[in-house]
């Protein structure tokens, strides 16, 4: 594994804006979703991460909630997959089906965007107002162990309060998650 120095976008900064490839076989621009939408949440996650597996169930209520409010949530893999098959495009792609992903999946083959946002764990979750700046980003929620107990609902709350235009009570958290592995 290696370590490597992210660039992190602080709260109040812009988000990198990019072009990546999704499962669905098209060219994913944030630009377009920031047009689309009043706020973007991107989770970095993989598919070998067990607290990813932990959370999707509730990544997926969150987008259900939302999706009709001008919100969408994006899953990010930026996960180095040259050492290991499982976080490759088609896999990918199986398993947001075996999972039943209701938001887009994008590949990060190169690592650059998941650089650029700063994320260094799976899953970490970014959250994106209209004009491209990050409002949010940490866990998703305060019970790691178990997301399906109630807990402080970090990312549910920013999303809510954002798109309410109130005051975002944590607007940043500490990450509990698998370290991103990166690229020699």
């Not at 598919?47 to 409010?69: G, T």
Request: aromatic share 10%.
């Amino acid at each position: 594994m290696t370590i490597l120095e992210t660039i992190d976008t602080p709260i109040g900064s812009y988000a990198p804006d990019f072009e990546l490839p999704g499962i669905d076989h098209q060219v994913h621009h944030l630009s377009r979703y920031l047009n689309k939408f009043r706020a973007v949440g991107v989770v970095s996650m993989c598919n070998r991460c067990p607290y990813v597996e932990l959370y999707l169930e509730k990544l997926k209520s969150i987008q259900a909630e939302f999706s009709q409010v001008d919100f969408t949530l994006i899953g990010l893999n930026g996960s180095e997959a040259s050492g290991d098959a499982r976080s490759s495009l088609e896999n990918m792609k199986a398993f947001a089906q075996s999972h039943n992903l209701n938001f887009p999946y994008l590949w990060d083959p190169t690592q650059d965007v998941t650089r650029s946002f700063g994320a260094h764990k799976t899953p970490m979750a970014f959250l994106i107002d209209s004009r491209g700046v990050v409002r949010y980003k940490g866990q998703i929620d305060a019970s790691y162990k178990n997301p399906l107990t109630a807990a402080e609902d970090y990312l549910r709350n920013a999303i809510a309060c954002l798109l309410q235009d109130q005051e975002i009570r944590y607007p940043e958290t500490e990450v509990i998650g698998t370290p991103l592995i990166w690229r020699d």
